[in-house]
Protein backbone atom coordinates (compact mmCIF):
# COMPACT_ATOMS: atom_id res chain seq x y z
CA UNK A 1 0.00 0.00 0.00
CA UNK A 2 1.47 3.56 -0.82
CA UNK A 3 0.33 4.58 2.66
CA UNK A 4 -1.77 8.50 3.85
CA UNK A 5 -1.50 10.62 0.55
CA UNK A 6 -1.92 14.17 0.80
CA UNK A 7 -2.29 16.58 -1.57
CA UNK A 8 -0.59 19.47 -1.67
CA UNK A 9 2.97 18.87 -0.23
CA UNK A 10 2.74 22.69 -0.17
CA UNK A 11 0.16 25.63 -0.55
CA UNK A 12 0.73 29.11 -0.86
CA UNK A 13 -2.56 31.28 -0.45
CA UNK A 14 -3.22 34.67 -0.47
CA UNK A 15 -5.34 35.87 2.67
CA UNK A 16 -8.80 35.34 1.86
CA UNK A 17 -9.08 32.40 -0.38
CA UNK A 18 -10.87 29.50 0.10
CA UNK A 19 -7.81 26.02 0.57
CA UNK A 20 -8.58 22.60 0.12
CA UNK A 21 -6.95 20.24 1.59
CA UNK A 22 -6.98 16.32 -0.11
CA UNK A 23 -6.57 12.80 1.59
CA UNK A 24 -6.80 9.85 0.61
CA UNK A 25 -6.68 6.92 3.71
CA UNK A 26 -4.96 3.58 3.52
CA UNK A 27 -6.96 0.94 1.87
CA UNK A 28 -9.60 -0.87 4.90
CA UNK A 29 -8.52 1.71 7.50
CA UNK A 30 -11.65 3.05 8.79
CA UNK A 31 -10.44 5.55 10.91
CA UNK A 32 -9.09 8.92 9.60
CA UNK A 33 -7.91 11.85 11.60
CA UNK A 34 -6.81 15.24 10.59
CA UNK A 35 -4.05 16.86 12.49
CA UNK A 36 -2.76 20.38 12.60
CA UNK A 37 0.83 21.59 13.48
CA UNK A 38 2.62 24.25 14.82
CA UNK A 39 4.94 26.15 16.88
CA UNK A 40 3.05 27.20 19.58
CA UNK A 41 0.28 24.58 19.91
CA UNK A 42 1.98 21.48 18.71
CA UNK A 43 -0.06 18.82 17.18
CA UNK A 44 -3.48 19.10 17.52
CA UNK A 45 -6.35 17.07 16.52
CA UNK A 46 -8.90 18.81 14.46
CA UNK A 47 -11.41 16.48 13.43
CA UNK A 48 -11.75 12.26 13.51
CA UNK A 49 -14.03 10.19 11.07
CA UNK A 50 -15.13 6.62 11.59
CA UNK A 51 -16.80 4.58 8.26
CA UNK A 52 -16.94 8.17 6.93
CA UNK A 53 -18.79 9.47 9.69
CA UNK A 54 -17.43 12.29 11.36
CA UNK A 55 -17.26 11.76 15.26
CA UNK A 56 -15.18 14.69 17.48
CA UNK A 57 -14.75 17.91 16.05
CA UNK A 58 -14.42 19.41 18.62
CA UNK A 59 -10.84 20.73 17.56
CA UNK A 60 -11.65 22.02 14.85
CA UNK A 61 -11.06 25.97 15.28
CA UNK A 62 -13.63 27.86 13.92
CA UNK A 63 -16.67 28.00 11.05
CA UNK A 64 -13.78 28.61 9.06
CA UNK A 65 -12.96 24.98 8.76
CA UNK A 66 -15.14 22.14 7.59
CA UNK A 67 -14.01 18.92 6.72
CA UNK A 68 -15.85 16.09 4.61
CA UNK A 69 -15.15 12.44 3.76
CA UNK A 70 -17.84 11.50 0.87
CA UNK A 71 -16.64 8.06 0.50
CA UNK A 72 -13.65 5.48 2.47
CA UNK A 73 -10.95 6.68 0.07
CA UNK A 74 -11.05 10.24 0.38
CA UNK A 75 -11.25 13.16 2.29
CA UNK A 76 -11.04 16.55 2.26
CA UNK A 77 -10.51 19.96 5.07
CA UNK A 78 -11.45 23.26 3.75
CA UNK A 79 -10.30 26.78 5.04
CA UNK A 80 -12.20 29.67 3.93
CA UNK A 81 -11.86 32.23 3.95
CA UNK A 82 -8.08 31.44 5.11
CA UNK A 83 -5.93 33.72 7.73
CA UNK A 84 -2.66 34.15 8.26
CA UNK A 85 -3.10 32.30 11.69
CA UNK A 86 -4.12 28.95 9.73
CA UNK A 87 -0.38 28.64 8.56
CA UNK A 88 0.79 25.32 9.48
CA UNK A 89 1.20 21.91 8.82
CA UNK A 90 -1.74 19.64 7.98
CA UNK A 91 -1.69 16.07 8.76
CA UNK A 92 -4.16 13.67 7.23
CA UNK A 93 -3.66 10.16 9.19
CA UNK A 94 -5.89 6.70 9.26
CA UNK A 95 -6.01 3.57 11.39
CA UNK A 96 -7.27 0.24 11.92
CA UNK A 97 -9.99 -0.97 15.15
CA UNK A 98 -9.89 -4.41 15.00
CA UNK A 99 -12.47 -4.98 17.90
CA UNK A 100 -11.30 -3.02 20.69
CA UNK A 101 -7.99 -2.65 19.73
CA UNK A 102 -6.34 0.26 18.71
CA UNK A 103 -3.99 0.15 15.97
CA UNK A 104 -1.16 2.75 15.16
CA UNK A 105 -2.29 5.86 13.44
CA UNK A 106 -0.74 6.08 9.60
CA UNK A 107 0.54 9.70 9.15
CA UNK A 108 0.64 11.12 5.75
CA UNK A 109 3.78 13.62 4.37
CA UNK A 110 2.24 16.47 5.38
CA UNK A 111 0.40 19.94 3.75
CA UNK A 112 2.48 23.01 4.73
CA UNK A 113 0.37 25.62 4.16
CA UNK A 114 0.89 29.23 4.02
CA UNK A 115 -1.31 31.87 4.46
CA UNK A 116 0.40 35.57 3.17
CA UNK B 1 -8.78 14.10 30.64
CA UNK B 2 -6.07 12.82 28.80
CA UNK B 3 -2.90 14.58 29.00
CA UNK B 4 0.99 13.51 27.78
CA UNK B 5 4.04 15.82 29.34
CA UNK B 6 7.04 15.60 28.04
CA UNK B 7 9.11 18.19 30.16
CA UNK B 8 12.18 17.89 27.52
CA UNK B 9 11.93 20.51 25.14
CA UNK B 10 15.43 20.31 23.55
CA UNK B 11 18.53 17.60 24.24
CA UNK B 12 22.04 17.67 22.55
CA UNK B 13 24.26 14.93 23.01
CA UNK B 14 27.15 13.48 21.39
CA UNK B 15 27.42 10.73 18.94
CA UNK B 16 27.37 7.41 20.91
CA UNK B 17 26.08 8.21 23.78
CA UNK B 18 23.21 7.03 25.47
CA UNK B 19 19.99 9.67 25.96
CA UNK B 20 16.51 9.12 27.64
CA UNK B 21 13.40 10.71 26.35
CA UNK B 22 10.70 11.30 28.95
CA UNK B 23 6.82 11.33 28.92
CA UNK B 24 4.89 11.06 31.60
CA UNK B 25 0.85 10.56 30.64
CA UNK B 26 -2.42 11.50 32.31
CA UNK B 27 -5.56 9.56 32.14
CA UNK B 28 -8.67 7.86 34.01
CA UNK B 29 -9.21 4.84 31.42
CA UNK B 30 -7.77 1.72 32.24
CA UNK B 31 -7.42 0.67 28.59
CA UNK B 32 -5.13 2.66 26.92
CA UNK B 33 -2.21 2.90 24.90
CA UNK B 34 1.09 4.85 24.61
CA UNK B 35 3.11 5.43 21.27
CA UNK B 36 5.98 7.20 19.92
CA UNK B 37 6.69 8.87 16.85
CA UNK B 38 9.67 10.25 15.53
CA UNK B 39 9.53 13.41 13.07
CA UNK B 40 12.72 13.68 11.18
CA UNK B 41 14.02 17.01 9.68
CA UNK B 42 11.81 16.39 6.57
CA UNK B 43 8.69 16.44 8.31
CA UNK B 44 7.08 13.39 8.30
CA UNK B 45 5.46 11.46 11.39
CA UNK B 46 7.02 7.93 11.90
CA UNK B 47 5.42 5.25 14.08
CA UNK B 48 8.05 3.79 16.26
CA UNK B 49 6.06 1.83 19.06
CA UNK B 50 2.78 0.95 20.58
CA UNK B 51 2.21 -0.28 23.68
CA UNK B 52 -1.02 -1.04 25.64
CA UNK B 53 -2.00 -0.51 29.51
CA UNK B 54 -2.10 -4.07 29.91
CA UNK B 55 1.59 -5.12 28.42
CA UNK B 56 3.90 -3.20 31.35
CA UNK B 57 6.92 -5.10 29.36
CA UNK B 58 10.16 -3.11 28.59
CA UNK B 59 10.57 -3.65 24.98
CA UNK B 60 14.04 -3.46 23.12
CA UNK B 61 14.50 -2.99 19.69
CA UNK B 62 18.00 -2.77 18.26
CA UNK B 63 19.33 0.65 19.88
CA UNK B 64 15.98 1.70 21.05
CA UNK B 65 14.26 0.55 24.17
CA UNK B 66 11.22 1.77 25.93
CA UNK B 67 10.50 1.71 29.71
CA UNK B 68 6.65 1.73 30.94
CA UNK B 69 5.63 1.91 34.56
CA UNK B 70 2.52 2.08 35.34
CA UNK B 71 2.83 3.23 38.83
CA UNK B 72 4.40 6.30 37.98
CA UNK B 73 2.50 7.02 34.76
CA UNK B 74 5.44 6.88 32.52
CA UNK B 75 6.88 6.06 29.34
CA UNK B 76 10.38 6.85 28.61
CA UNK B 77 12.25 5.93 25.31
CA UNK B 78 16.22 5.65 25.64
CA UNK B 79 18.75 5.56 22.49
CA UNK B 80 21.67 3.40 23.48
CA UNK B 81 25.22 4.29 21.39
CA UNK B 82 23.16 7.37 19.33
CA UNK B 83 23.47 8.50 16.00
CA UNK B 84 23.51 11.69 14.12
CA UNK B 85 20.70 10.03 12.24
CA UNK B 86 19.00 9.63 15.28
CA UNK B 87 18.61 13.73 15.72
CA UNK B 88 14.68 14.54 15.12
CA UNK B 89 11.45 15.59 17.33
CA UNK B 90 10.26 12.78 19.27
CA UNK B 91 6.54 12.76 20.41
CA UNK B 92 4.68 10.89 23.09
CA UNK B 93 0.81 10.12 22.02
CA UNK B 94 -1.66 8.91 24.09
CA UNK B 95 -4.69 7.15 22.97
CA UNK B 96 -7.85 5.41 24.83
CA UNK B 97 -10.06 2.91 24.18
CA UNK B 98 -12.34 2.75 21.66
CA UNK B 99 -11.40 5.29 19.61
CA UNK B 100 -9.37 4.39 17.29
CA UNK B 101 -6.20 5.99 16.50
CA UNK B 102 -7.24 9.37 17.89
CA UNK B 103 -3.86 10.67 19.77
CA UNK B 104 -3.16 13.19 22.12
CA UNK B 105 0.38 14.64 21.49
CA UNK B 106 3.24 15.52 23.84
CA UNK B 107 4.95 18.81 23.05
CA UNK B 108 7.75 16.89 21.56
CA UNK B 109 11.08 16.58 22.35
CA UNK B 110 14.00 18.01 19.95
CA UNK B 111 17.11 15.86 19.87
CA UNK B 112 20.25 16.56 18.58
CA UNK B 113 22.92 14.26 18.41
CA UNK B 114 26.50 16.14 17.25
CA UNK B 115 28.99 13.86 15.76
Known amino acids: DAGVIQSPRHEVTEMGQEVTLRCKPI?????LFWYRQTMMRGLELLIY????????DSGMPEDRFSAKMPNASFSTLKIQPSEPRDSAVYFC??????????????FGQGTRLTVV | AQKVTQAQTEISVVEKEDVTLDCVYE???????LFWYKQPPSGELVFLIR??????QNEISGRYSWNFQKSTSSFNFTITASQVVDSAVYFC????????????FGQGTELSVKP
Open chain 2, 51 to 56: RNSFDE
Open chain 2, 27 to 33: TRDTTYY
Open chain 1, 27 to 31: SGHDY
Open chain 1, 93 to 106: ASSLALGTLNTEAF
Open chain 1, 49 to 56: FNNNVPID
Open chain 2, 93 to 104: ALSVNNQGGKLI
